[in-house]
């Protein structure tokens, strides 16, 4: 089945005064227009189109034939990055809220920061490229990528990438990159992006829920452990700290207070109310389950 260029869902003008009307007709007719005919000429014939989407398509890039990886990556990959670009943004602009907003303050503590780390990444890109807000399936971080490369293709999952090519601002900005991404990023549509966070894959956590934990010496599962259970936990063990065969257990106590924080500030009745990626990162520190990394 041949690649199509979808249509935007808002008129051409309605970014303007940020992105203009004549900015939006050459970047989604031409450029993007470019980019899905290539693809579908690379791919004529091949049972790729025909049997998988093109997101997951970059997910197998090394099963692609030599002959024509370059040409997928760089044509699947534009038409992929640009599909998700023109739903990224909406004349309603906002601010991220919700379960996306708690992954972001997680990562970057507050939205302001997390802007000028999205505008410190954009601006870091040496020629044509993306910057990302991604999901690696823990926690959200900024990537770039170069030309037409996907996260994807990393194990990622994109929720918003800006995209620094120059025909994607020249005609607005000229050469003032840092005043396109600041413009950019008053159009994101945050309620797209909070469905792609609510849709990213995640661990499976059921496991480390049902997983048992000594607190106040009785046994209840993880899943079930609030905020005064946490709070207990980490008294108990702070106390404890420094003394004897006891002496790496204030790590531990940290990890508990720091568990009690998390529910507090989510508003989550049990454990099992958190994100998964929280989840599982706070069984890692507590040692509920081993690490993925040496404890230090």
Known sequence: MAYTVP????????????????????????????????????????????????????????????????????????????????????????????????????TFRTVAIFNETIEAAAMSTFGSGWAWLVHDGTRVLIVTTTDQDSPLSDGLTPLL???????????????????????????????????????????????????TVSISGKMVAFGTIDVDAARTQSSELGALAGWGPMAKVGSIARAWGELAKNLEGRGAATVADLDPGMIKKAAEDLWVIAPERGMI
């Not at 008129?11 to 470019?34: C, G, N, V, W």
């Not at 692609?64 to 640009?82: D, F, L, S, W």
Request: proline fraction near 5%; aromatic fraction near 10%; charged fraction near 25%.
């Open 161 to 211: 990438g800006v995209d620094v090519w120059e025909h994607a601002y020249y005609l607005d900005y000229n050469n003032r990159r840092a005043d396109y991404v600041k413009a950019w990023l008053q159009v994101v549509d945050w309620e797209v992006v909070a469905q792609r966070y609510a849709a990213a894959p995640v661990p499976d956590v059921s496991e480390i829920l049902e997983r």
């Open 7 to 106: 249509d935007l869902p808002y008129a051409y003008e309605a970014l303007e005064p940020h992105i203009s009307a004549e900015t939006m007709r050459f970047h989604h007719d031409k450029h993007h227009q470019t980019y899905v005919d290539k693809a579908n000429a690379a791919l004529e014939d091949t049972r790729w189109a025909a049997e998988m989407a093109p997101e997951d398509l970059l997910t197998k890039l090394d099963e692609v034939p030599e002959a024509i990886r370059a040409a997928v990556t760089n044509n699947v990959g534009g038409h992929v990055n640009h599909s998700l670009f023109w739903e990224s943004m909406s004349p309603d602009g906002g601010e991220p809220s919700g379960k996306l907003l708690n992954a972001i303050r997680e």
